[in-house]
């Protein structure tokens, strides 16, 4: 496991922006940028500058249960609380004479918090010029700031559940404390047991609790290997196009921002998402078990014909995309070496890390076949039935049946 260090601090970057922007778009692995971040104001912004800058604003916190078990807590197992800055310090500090607000049903030694996917555009809309503080252009990413970023506050043991995203590559700068990140690649979903249950536009979750795996479940995942890094303060880390993460604070507070790089493949991924939540919508919604199959980041169910509609629209996007320049390659096919390193034309050095790939957690043992003895019968389920239509590789094949459908006759919506 690899736990970046800094090589000095230095007020010229290593790289300027076109050799930053040049190596994002070459790189194949995720890899830790050292020394691009001096003097970004955004650094500054710990949780008690946080508190000073929003007041008595509330903010919403995800809350989960500090306890180890196999299974993965989704965002849908969690609870939720509006809380100020001020509130939630408090509640950190174990204070119990101050006003911890709606944190007082939840103890802290049995609950971690998670401010996640705050949209910085929307958190200081009422001070625009915070946007300021975040310098992507840095990285070759001319006019982007903070408003096209996103902050994440956590306390320890706060994570986010392994799961890939399907747009972008993403670029995260970690502010304050320290978050372990543990990254599997593309070719290892099958090992992963991808789902989109629960369902979130853009995100495949997989079924596996990494650090605690039911390999009696999910056998597969004992020949996955995880690239795992521990990110410091001030660095930045590259996480590559459909890399699997799971990510973890490890210090009493946690800020981090990223920022999702936009690819020239998203077009096509779009056509594959909304035909994932036309799916989705019409079996779970057959079902009749309310919303519960739904990430509390999504708004509600749509009906099947705004879900026809939005197929159209991202296959209409991707016809008119091809007619146009990309604005930055995609990072995958994977490139290997005949033993099975990943291969770059990138060259790391003291200012740029390789996150490296740990041994699998069982590298020769277990066997696949369980055996008949081993199998336990049950009948298959909605979220069965939906784990093998929504695979990432059935949903890809859709995708490239409906592009070569609308190529030979182009599709009128219905």
Known sequence: MLQAMDTGATHVPPFSPEEAQRIVGQLQQPAVFLNMTHGWPVLGWTAENLRERLEDRTIRFRLGRKEETNVPQFETQCAYVEASMGQFLSWLKDEAREDVGSFYDYPRSQFWAYADYKYIARMFAHQPDMFEDVKWDAFGFEGRNGKESTLWMGTEGANTPCHLDSYGCNLVLQVQGRKRWHMFP????????????????????????????????????????????????????????????????????????????????????????????????????????????????????????????????????????????????????????????????????????????????????????????????????????????LHPDVVAMVTRLLLDKQRRTPITPR
């Open 186 to 389: 593309p070719e290892d979903t099958s090992k992963l047991y991808p789902s989109r249950i629960p369902y979130e536009e853009s995100s495949v979750f997989s079924r596996v609790n990494i650090l605690r795996p039911d390999l009696g479940r999910f056998p597969a995942f004992q020949h996955a290997g995880a690239h795992v890094v521990t990110l410091l303060p001030g660095q930045v880390l590259f996480v590559p196009r459909h890399w699997w993460h799971y990510v973890e604070s490890l210090d009493a507070v946690t800020i981090s921002v990223n920022s999702w790089i936009e690819l020239d493949d998203d077009h096509v991924a779009r056509v594959g998402e909304a035909v994932t939540r036309t799916v989705v919508c019409a079996v779970k919604s057959a079902q009749g078990d309310g919303e519960c199959w739904l990430n509390p980041t999504e708004e509600g169910v749509t009906s099947h014909n705004d879900n026809m509609r939005y197929i159209n629209l991202a296959l209409r996007a991707c016809a008119q995309q091809e007619k146009t320049k990309p604005t930055l390659r995609s990072n995958n096919p994977t490139k290997r070496d005949s033993d099975g390193r990943i291969r770059s034309d990138v060259r790391f050095g003291p200012c740029l890390l390789p996150v490296p790939r740990l041994p699998p957690p069982l590298q020769d043992g277990g066997d696949d076949d369980m055996g008949p003895d081993t199998i336990e019968e049950s009948p298959v389920g909605t979220d069965d039935l939906l784990e093998c239509l």
